[in-house]
């Protein structure tokens, strides 16, 4: 059973940094791509960013320049940097990790939730 746990969330001014964690844990494979989702109240989720387990990195164009992921594939890790925060950034963050492969699966976090104020 593959568990992703999420931490780092809180609450921010606008212009500050957070900097959120997750870790994977239980079988996984090893080719795979790890990243951030985040829903909005009233809002779809969406891809705040993702990378590879090669280190390809993907991300939505509102965050740009402002947000870094990163990983450390030994501990099945991956992180979020956020800069430059603004109240727009306001969700519940979610980790996700999608194995490559005929029978990969996708598991996701329970979520942390980001406040920047105003």
């Known amino acids: 059973q593959v568990q992703l746990v999420e931490s780092g969330g809180g609450l921010v001014q606008a212009g500050g940094s957070l900097r959120l964690s997750c870790a994977a844990s239980?079988?996984?494979?090893?080719?795979?791509?790890m990243g951030w989702y985040r829903q909005a109240p009233g809002k779809q989720r969406e891809l705040v960013a993702a990378?590879?387990?090669?280190?390809?990195?993907n991300y939505a164009d509102s965050v740009k320049g402002r947000f870094t992921i990163s990983r450390e594939n030994t501990k099945n890790s991956v992180y979020l940097q956020m800069n430059s925060l603004k109240p727009e950034d306001t969700a519940v963050y979610y980790c996700?990790?999608?194995?490559?492969?005929?029978?990969?699966?996708?598991?996701w976090g329970k979520g942390t939730l980001v406040t920047v104020s105003s």
């Open positions: 996700n990790l999608v194995e490559y492969g005929l029978n990969g699966m996708d598991y």
């Open positions: 239980g079988s996984i494979f090893s080719s795979n791509a």
């Open positions: 990378i590879t387990s090669g280190g390809s990195t």
